[in-house]
């Protein structure tokens, strides 16, 4: 049995998700916090964290603050 594709929306939500229990599991509860600490427009992370359209430049930054490579981060993901 073929495995159901993610949509577009469902894929950008996961992406979400995963940023912010990485960012969790690093010790910032507050998306503020980490995104000032790591010089990110914090606006531009909450959108991340929301499911937004992101530039793979912006979420490279994050993954690197997290200390995470693109790979790492997308592994299991369909």
Do not use: C, P
């Amino acid at each position: 049995m073929a495995k159901k594709k993610l949509t577009e929306e469902e894929t950008l939500k996961a992406i979400g998700e995963k940023l912010k229990s990485l960012r969790i599991n690093k010790g910032y509860t507050s998306y503020e916090k980490f995104a000032w600490d790591n010089d990110i427009n914090r606006i531009q992370y909450y959108r991340m964290e929301k499911g937004a359209n992101v530039t793979i430049k912006s979420l490279k930054k994050a993954l690197d603050a997290l200390d995470i490579s693109l790979e790492e981060f997308f592994k299991g993901m369909d």
